[in-house]
């Protein structure tokens, strides 16, 4: 099982960008990487996911250098409403053997 | 408006007692899976189920039991068994293999505390 690595926490303001590195040493070689946003007494909610290279949708972009040893969720000019917990995380489900691991994320902070 | 739900937001039991937490899709999703989250920690795995009928036990399984019965539902029960039972319980399904392999959805949670 692929473990990964964040900042415990991170402070931002509003309109500013906000980059969360994650590393995952020993990623596999079908591993996916995925990044959920989680806010409190709420379920964990789907943010982005790579294999390689850099992938952007409406909300984030996340770069993956090509060795995939690491990765960085880019979240454009924040608001208050992105402050939340954000766990990155490294493996992959079924009908594939489920290999995920939630480590504590990070919590990030948007002030005014 | 599809998404998962789950029933009742808030639990409270006595120390001893059984307790099912339900859990219900209509994405169309085959696999399910419930995880368990403590104050200020990440989630961990319970219990996943991939198809009906059958389940696996994931990271934290003593103290628990499930079943899959339906497509549509994967209740957990949290036995006497447990002894830390107290928790914020989350289902989510994820979609077959495909583009958003990696993508599971969650529903709302259920708090567990036990007295």
């Known amino acids: 099982l692929a473990k990964t690595t964040q900042p415990i926490s991170m402070d931002s303001y509003e309109g500013q960008e906000v980059n969360i590195t994650c590393s995952h040493n020993?990623?596999?070689?079908?591993?996916?990487i995925t990044w959920y946003q989680q806010f409190p007494s709420q379920g964990p909610r789907f943010i982005i996911q790579?294999?390689?290279t850099k992938v952007t949708n409406e909300v984030a972009s996340l770069f993956i250098p090509a060795d995939r040893k690491s990765s960085t969720l880019s979240l454009p000019r924040v608001s208050l409403s992105d402050t939340a917990v954000y766990y990155c995380?490294?493996?992959?489900?079924?009908?594939?053997?489920?290999?995920?691991?939630f480590g504590a994320g990070t919590t990030v902070t948007v002030r005014a | 408006d599809g998404g998962i739900t789950q029933s009742p937001k808030y639990l409270f039991r006595k120390e001893g007692q059984n307790v099912t937490l339900s859990c219900e899709q209509n994405?169309?999703?085959?696999?399910m899976y419930w995880y368990r989250q403590d104050p200020g920690q990440g989630l961990r795995l319970i219990y996943y189920?991939?198809?009906?009928?059958?389940?696996q036990k994931g990271d934290i399984a003593e103290g628990y039991s499930v079943s899959r019965e339906k497509k549509e539902s994967f209740p957990l029960t949290v036995t006497s068994a447990q002894k830390n039972p107290t928790a914020f319980y989350l289902c989510?399904?994820?979609?077959?293999?495909?583009?958003?392999?990696?993508?599971?959805?969650f529903g709302p949670g259920t708090r567990l505390t036990v007295t």
């Open positions: 989510a399904s994820s979609k077959p293999a495909g583009p958003a392999r990696g993508e599971q959805y």
């Open positions: 189920s991939q198809i009906v009928n059958d389940f």
């Open positions: 995380l490294v493996g992959d489900l079924p009908p594939n053997d489920y290999k995920l691991s």
């Open positions: 790579g294999y390689k």
């Open positions: 020993n990623i596999a070689t079908n591993d996916y």
């Open positions: 994405l169309n999703h085959d696999a």
